[in-house]
Every structure is written in structure tokens, then in C-alpha cells.
């Protein structure tokens, strides 16, 4: 079973900043917090990831709260071909556990 | 830099056959993942393979079988196919080493099972 908790939707206007949170209480020590989306009927795609800091890329940020409970993703200025569904994991030692992820619809 | 590929890309099959689904693994990776998606939900991982030997297994029967070559490409087999078989199936690749390494997907297979 996934162990992160994850609103089913959310929208967010296109040109705006998306806030998506996660929670992810029983992270242990050593397990990153990994971010993946998914368009429809495609592959899922690396997103960002992290273990205490705050991380960004060219697509994203990612702030972990300080006791590592929880994490939001930031897509800075996000564009209609943002609309996915986005996954937020705990990374094991072998495979990633998918739960059913945040589908986020960016409204123009 | 070549991306992870799959194939086929649609396959049809009928209850009880068998099914070997294929993946080619991103140029400079060695390990290779298994997921099965159904409709609806977050991929499911099946197994995963490092130096042609499987490491690490999800809650899937001894009917999901795979391998992987020297050339790091994977099969995944499914034997006698249930109706429930019918998903995507995707394959993701990866560089293992110390510290994290982010995997790869590839388009996945949708395979239907009548």
C-alpha cells in the first residue's frame, strides 16, 4: 500500500503558481521523497526529489517540512500542458509504490 | 541519449495464454522495473531486475515471471492470463549506485485480455 496521502484533485489556474501537498508521516530516515506525473495514457515522468533540503529544478520545487511529515511540490507558473496526474512516493529500496496521485487540471 | 522503449505497443490476448512484453532500457542503464497500471490507478511495481538476476519483487503470482540480458534489455512474461491481467504495463529503467537514482518509464504496453 502507498504510504503518502494525497488530495484526489485539485485546480489551479494557468499562470499561476500549483501548491500540491503531500503527506508522508511513517517516511523513514533513509527514504527520499520522490515526485512523478503522469499524462494521459503515457508513461510516468521524473519529476524532482529530496531528503531534508528544499530542492528545485527547471520544472519544480520541492519544500519538505522539517520533520519530514510532509512535502509540497510547486509548479511555478503552470501551463495547461501541466494537466497530469501527479505522484508523490517514498522511495524504498527497490520499487516505487504508487498511490493514486493528485490530478491536477490547469484551468486557462 | 536513447529513451526507454516497449514493446509492442497494444496486445490482445484470450484467458489462459501467455504473454511476453518486451523493454529496451535507457542508454548507460543497468537496472530494470516492472509496473502493471490499471485503469484508474497508480502503477503497481511487479519486480525489478539488476545484473540479469530479479531484486526485489511486489505482491504479484509466480506467473509473472521476467529476465533481463546482458544488454540490461528485460522481458516480462505473464503465464496463463486472467481477465484482471488487462492494464498498461510499464517498464522503467535505472542506473543503480550509492545515494538515490530516479527511474525512467518508457510508454508502456496495454494489453487486453478477453
Known amino acids: 500500500d502507498a504510504k503518502t496521502t494525497q488530495p484526489t484533485s485539485m485546480d489551479c489556474a494557468e499562470g499561476r503558481a500549483a501548491n500540491l501537498p503531500c503527506n508522508h508521516s511513517?517516511?523513514?530516515?533513509?527514504?527520499?521523497v520522490y515526485w512523478y506525473r503522469q499524462i494521459h495514457s503515457q508513461g510516468p515522468q521524473y519529476i524532482i526529489h529530496?531528503?531534508?533540503n528544499n530542492e528545485t529544478n527547471e520544472m519544480a520545487s520541492l519544500i519538505i517540512t522539517e520533520d519530514r511529515k510532509s512535502s509540497t511540490l510547486i509548479l511555478p507558473h503552470a501551463t495547461l500542458r501541466d494537466t497530469a496526474v501527479y505522484y508523490c512516493i517514498n522511495r524504498g529500496a527497490d520499487g516505487l509504490t504508487f498511490g493514486k496521485g493528485t490530478h491536477l487540471i490547469i484551468q486557462p | 541519449e536513447t529513451g526507454v522503449t516497449q514493446s509492442p505497443t497494444h496486445l490482445i490476448k484470450t484467458r489462459g495464454q501467455q504473454v511476453t512484453l518486451r523493454c529496451s532500457s535507457q542508454?548507460?542503464?543497468?537496472?530494470v522495473s516492472w509496473y502493471q497500471q490499471a485503469l484508474g490507478q497508480g502503477p503497481q511495481f511487479i519486480f525489478q531486475?539488476?545484473?540479469?538476476?530479479?531484486?526485489g519483487r511486489g505482491n504479484f503470482p509466480p506467473r509473472f515471471s521476467g529476465l533481463q540480458f546482458p544488454n540490461y534489455s528485460s522481458e516480462l512474461n505473464v503465464n496463463a492470463l486472467e481477465l484482471d491481467d488487462s492494464a498498461l504495463y510499464l517498464c522503467a529503467s535505472s542506473l543503480r549506485g550509492p545515494g538515490p537514482n530516479e527511474q525512467f518509464f518508457g510508454p508502456g504496453t496495454r494489453l487486453t485480455v478477453l
Open positions: 531486475y539488476y545484473r540479469e538476476e530479479e531484486n
Open positions: 511513517t517516511i523513514s530516515g533513509n527514504e527520499y
Open positions: 529530496g531528503l531534508k
Open positions: 542508454s548507460g542503464h543497468n537496472t
